[in-house]
């Protein structure tokens, strides 16, 4: 750069002298011409193989090459067309050859850019390669790091301390007794150890079910319903006060016996819904077909059994002589002694009943309804029929049309239910399970969630 600009210097300079000479002689003025489209030349030859060298390594644009041939282009044709007085003359020239040097650097900083450029992405390409190269070679080892921080991240997660619930500060002491002192931290553990799901669990089924069944009036008067039964029985068996039945049985007063009862009764309610929610239309319709039937008029005869306590009682005999005197009466009833005529002759022996119409959910004893089921109208049971009560002759009389499905649905859903309840007798705490799992209980305290998994697992 400092040649080309003393080249041009000169050259200034090599003008000016010409100019001063040129003052009277056209001779010296076509000589200063002459010289001056020389350097100009030589400058533009030199200029040019500069960029076409800077071009063919860092790729500088048409553009500017062209912007500056053009440049050089109207210089000439300056020179060439203008003949102005000395004066004017030189102020264009210098303003031309400013200009020209302005191009010229211009050009070179373009040019310097470019070489930055190019040289920063084959720096970045190379590192690159140098990165693929290093990871082809040790990729192994690479992998095998990779593979080691995440076992190792696994086995930390895995043993990790378990997260224990604790008291924000349970130093502070309970009770004192012989110099030793128990704190909160004592006491809270013990619970913990030994109250801690029953308890927890009580306080989230509370808080869950007091929002899907608010209390009503038949809540409130079935609960108070359940206090007076347990006083009464614990009254007549073991002849304790209300006092000494809720301090026996760890309630702190009589409204907390009734929070206890309340919560009893709301998870039954739930227990019910359970059942009902994932019965099935097949259950129902397989429960009508083999269970509901048309209301059955029916009359017995009752043989009782007598017991221990019934020894002074010359109505009831004993289980043998009760199935013998009723196999008797049928025997009669089949040859012809008419039912009436059985009932006075046995009065003194027997109990008479006339039951009416039974219905299909009728409460009476699951065998005397097997056989009523059986038998057909105007008819008498072939055998005795064995209840609680003793030895039973029936007579069943008429029937009326079987009631339809829809009529008998809601009494189905109810005896399924009941029937459900009887056959599993852990569905309580199964139908609770699964609602704290709706509603995504999610344990903190790491002990606390083992010990719910293992009461969970009762229960499978």
Sequence with gaps: MEKDEKKKTSSTSSVKKTSKKSKTNPTDEKMKKDVLKKETKK???????????????????????????????????????EKPKKAKTEKKEEKKEKELRANVEKIEKIARDKKKKVNTSKNNNSKLNEFATFFEKHHIAIYSFVAGVFITTLIAFIIWPDRIATLKDGTQPVVKINKKTYTANDLYEDMKSYYSVSLLLDKIDNDLLTKMYPEDDTMTSEVKSNAEYYFNTYKQYYNY????????????????????????????????????????????????????????????????VKSDSDKEDSKKLSDEDAKKLAEEIITKLNDGTSWEQIQKDYKDKITYEDLSYQSWDASLEESFMTALKKMDNNSYSEEPVKTSYGYHVIHRLDQKKKPTLKKSRDKIISNLISDKKSADSNLLYKSLISLRKEKNIDFSDTVMKSKYESYCNQYK
């Design 43 to 81: 400058e533009e030859k030199e200029i040019k193989e500069k960029v076409d060298l800077t071009k063919e390594e860092e790729k500088v644009t048409t553009s500017d090459l062209k912007e500056y041939d053009e440049d050089l282009e109207d210089m000439e044709e300056v020179e060439i067309q």
């Design 241 to 304: 006060t209300q006092e000494q039945f809720l301090e026996k049985n760890g309630f702190s007063s009589y409204d907390a016996f009734l929070d206890y009862l309340r919560l009893d009764y709301r998870r039954n309610k739930y227990l019910e819904d359970y059942i009902k929610k994932n019965l099935s239309e097949d259950e129902i319709k397989k429960y009508y077909d083999e269970n509901v039937f048309g209301d059955i008029n029916t009359q017995h005869i009752l043989v009782e």
